[in-house]
Nanobody, 121 residues
Framework: QARLVESGGGLVQAGGSLRLSCVAS????????IGWYRRAPGEQREWVAR???????DYADSVKGRFTISRDNAKNTVYLEMNDLKPEDTGVYYC???????????????WGQGTQVSVSS
């Protein structure tokens, strides 16, 4: 199972930016699909972005044009650059390895602690 540690969250004013990091332990990382998810208070965890082993990215409609996912396999790290943050982006952000079956993506069973992102209006 993947072991991932998220960091980089914090308090930011609407319109501001944050860069989240997700550091993995293990040689599995370079061959893994990686996704970012978030969970707002009282809400279910939702998918935000994903990136393939080749660096191909996809995003939820709510963050398209504002967030950028990237990876550095040499550092076992995936990033989520968040720009023009909105109060509705507030939540705990998690990364996880993904499996793909057809057009459906599944996260691994275990989740890390995540990192808190709070956007004030």
């Amino acid at each position: 199972q993947a072991r991932l540690v998220e960091s980089g969250g914090g308090l930011v004013q609407a319109g501001g930016s944050l860069r989240l990091s997700c550091v993995a332990s293990g040689s599995w990382f370079s061959s893994a699909l990686i996704g970012w998810y978030r969970r707002a208070p009282g809400e279910q965890r939702e998918w935000v972005a994903r990136i393939t082993t080749a660096g191909i990215a996809d995003y939820a409609d709510s963050v398209k044009g504002r967030f950028t996912i990237s990876r550095d396999n040499a550092k076992n790290t995936v990033y989520l650059e968040m720009n023009d943050l909105k109060p509705e982006d507030t939540g705990v952000y998690y990364c996880n390895a993904l499996s793909r079956r057809g057009s459906i993506y599944y996260p691994q069973e275990q989740w890390g602690q995540g990192t808190q992102v709070s956007v004030s209006s």
